[in-house]
């Protein structure tokens, strides 16, 4: 099982909204978010390689997020799961669908995007995980799958480098940016996603109760860089870090 979350695009220019409750949205174009893309692509490997039998997408959301699942199945997941969810969504709310999504379809694994490039929570994860008791495997930049011991190999990106994990199946791994190339949906594939499935949920039939565990208080802008300077010498560099910039 595979959750897809949809985002700003990511070569859009983000705008904020006049009143600095978050960012703008209409009229913007939108699409999956890129590191679920390379959760998506890891799991369609698995199942060419014959780890896994079938590919099954989440996503959680209004009713735009069938568009993005329509693009995981033409990628080639088997099937889509859209669990309708008209308010904003947190980490922990979230974390806890995915919960009663797993307890009903019983995954061998559940992968997920380390992070949305929206809020950059890198969070939802780690909840899952722990809600579930599973072993997690986090930024996973290499997964090595062996079926008949029913564990996963996972390289993962640590500050000093990288640190393997060995888990037990099932698992939750969350991907980095380098386990993977995603693939593009090909026009006869994007034909055949129309007849795939998707079904409708809601939270209440999960039974998960929608709560606001954050407030967003103010969205602003970063400040605009001031532009840079060329240098003539090595002694002019010294003298402005150490008497404008005071960092030596």
Known sequence: MVAIKRVVDYAVKIRIKSDKSGVETTNVKMSMNPFCEIGLEEALRMKEGGFASEVIAVSMGGGQCVETLRTSLAMGADRAIHVDAPSALYPLTVAKALKALVHLENPGLLILGKQAIDDDCNQTGQMVAGLLNWPQ??????VVLDKEKKTATVDREVDGGLETLCLDLPAVITTD??????????????????SKPIKKMS???????????LEVVQVTAPPVRKAGVILSSVDELVDKLKNEAHVI
């Open 137 to 142: 495997g986090t930024f996973a930049s290499k």
């Open 203 to 213: 939270l209440e039939e999960l039974k998960v109760e929608v709560r606001s565990d």
């Open 177 to 194: 940016l380098r386990l993977n190339q995603p693939r593009y949906a090909t026009l006869p594939n994007i034909m055949k996603a129309k």
